[in-house]
């Protein structure tokens, strides 16, 4: 598990700025992000009004395979798939009936998953590979800001490439200048949008 | 003859005998909770036997605890019902006070959040007009709290008490006109409140609240109710059948000054008018049925003596 290197939350106000720790906090972990992010800055200024967020994200190529979630136990004639989590039954099961059919593939429950007549090595099944989390990382990156973000910002403006985001809110239409803004908290982390 | 507000907590069985007990000694049962084999009474009883009422249930377990939130109605007047707002703090409160007693509804504004775009329309006003207190969960910072406070504020006449992020010194400092009572630490959060010091928060909440109850409860007893909201429930039950129907956990709720009746106003306003209390004196003479806001529900305001000239 990653921690975070940098996080800072830059606010007028300190007593809001010690809530908006604790909520980014809670948020990112309730979320399963924290791992995700490398570098965070957060500035909020209520006067203005206006939300930033800006971030360096970690590098992630972990994909999940069949093996991480699955104890594999090959049998004459059949292979009994014992699942641990939940998680990635759903797409593990269309992955599985697309390749073997429907008739070799039976779920008895919720955590058995039967292959009948499948000639394929065991090796080859927790090889195969059911989701990418990073393909959704930048969705998921994004609602997790909105939930942070003061609710009254509805106006946004969000950007998540070359493994870097920023996301901008606020009540009012964003200032032009905005981009000197989303630099200058870059700066403070010591990287550049 | 005074009544206090108590809450019964024992088990189910011989629970009837306390019910009977209350209810010869003139108390009235608000409402009652059946969990499992637990049985929770909100109860009005007089002030006297309240010793006497513990004596008796010693032998069944039971345990009688005063609370004063009985029979009061409270407004959680929570900035949105988005993911921001709820369930933390708004529900969190709602759901404590709950368990001591008080009917909490939750009331949010369409366009709530925000500071400068934060709105509250007359609806809205209407409803949280028809409890007895509304409970402001603000959120963290002190210049929207400042910006929104005399626009959220429009119109509300019932007590307000305000909780908000920053401390009680800097809310009492920003908050003009003046509110009822002040809570400062509680702004928004998106955690549950489970520990020892976020449960002394909500303590410290309901502390609050009470005082400011406890005032109006002091200004209602200069001029007293024509007839106690909880007797005023009791006839209801009995003349009214058609409350019996209702699936409502409360069909009737009871409020420091009235009474919400969760029965269509069309159908049951007239009749509930002319219920007779007592020989000669019928409900309109003591008390106001009018529409509620919320759903097409009845509220009764009860008169106080010296606008009925009677007291029963």
Not at chain 2, 229 to 248: D, F, G, K
Not at chain 2, 290 to 310: A, C, G, K, Q, W
Request: proline content about 7%.
């Amino acid at each position: 598990m990653f921690a975070i290197e940098y996080f800072e939350v830059e606010c007028p106000e300190p007593v809001g700025a010690a809530y908006y720790n604790q909520i980014t906090n809670d948020v990112l972990l309730d979320h399963n992000l924290l791992k995700v992010i490398h570098k965070l800055h957060v500035f909020i200024d209520p006067r203005i009004p206006l939300f930033i967020a800006v971030g360096v994200l970690n590098k992630i190529t972990s994909k999940v395979r069949i093996g991480d979630f699955t104890n594999i136990n090959p049998q004459e004639g059949k292979m009994t798939l014992v699942i641990a989590n939940e998680t990635y039954l759903a797409p593990m099961l269309k992955i599985l009936w697309e390749k073997y059919g429907k008739d070799h593939v039976e779920q008895p429950d919720r955590f058995t998953v039967v292959l009948y007549d499948v000639r394929a090595d065991p090796k080859e099944i927790e090889e195969m590979i059911v989701a990418d989390p990073s393909e959704s990382l930048g969705k998921d990156l994004i609602y997790a800001f909105r939930l942070i973000a003061p609710e009254g910002f509805r106006v946004r403006r969000e950007i998540h490439e070359n493994g870097k985001f920023t996301f901008v809110a606020s009540e009012d239409t964003i200032q032009e200048d905005i981009d000197a803004m989303v630099r200058a908290r870059f700066a403070l982390m010591g990287e550049t949008p | 003859m005074t009544l206090v507000p108590v809450t019964y907590k024992g088990g189910v069985h011989q629970h009837d005998a306390i019910i009977d007990l209350i209810e010869d000694l003139g108390g009235y049962i608000v409402q009652k909770h059946m969990i499992a084999q637990e049985i929770v009474l909100q109860c009005f009883v007089p002030k006297d036997d309240i010793e006497l009422i513990a004596r008796i249930s010693k032998p069944l377990f039971g345990e009688v605890t005063e609370s004063p939130l009985v029979g009061t109605e409270i407004a959680v007047v929570s900035m949105s019902l988005e993911i921001h707002h709820l369930p933390h703090p708004s529900c969190d409160f709602a759901e404590y006070a709950r368990r001591i007693g008080a009917k909490t509804n939750m009331v949010s504004p369409a366009r709530g959040p925000g500071k400068r775009i934060s709105t509250i329309n007359d609806e809205e006003r209407d409803v949280i007009n028809e409890h007895d207190i509304a409970v402001y969960a603000f959120g963290n910072f002190e210049s929207c709290i400042e910006h929104k406070w005399p626009v959220m504020r429009r119109g509300i006449e019932v007590p307000i008490v305000v909780m908000g992020g920053p401390s009680e010194e800097i809310l009492r400092r920003i908050i003009d006109p003046p509110a009822d009572g002040y809570v400062g630490g509680v702004g928004r959060f998106m955690r549950r409140t489970k520990e020892g010091e976020e449960i002394a928060k909500l303590d410290e909440i309901v502390a609050e609240v009470t005082r400011v109850l406890e005032k109006r409860r002091e200004e209602i007893a200069k001029d007293p109710l024509s007839v106690s909201p909880a007797r005023l429930m009791e006839v209801i039950r009995e003349q009214v059948p058609a409350i019996h129907q209702v699936t409502s956990p409360t069909p009737l709720t009871v409020q420091m000054a009235g009474l919400r009746v969760k029965l269509p106003y069309d159908t049951f306003a007239e009749p509930l008018r002319n219920i007779v209390l007592e020989d000669g004196i019928l409900l309109h003479d003591l008390a106001e049925v009018l529409p509620s806001r919320m759903r097409d529900y009845i509220i009764v305001r009860i008169l106080p003596f010296s606008e009925s000239n009677t007291v029963i």
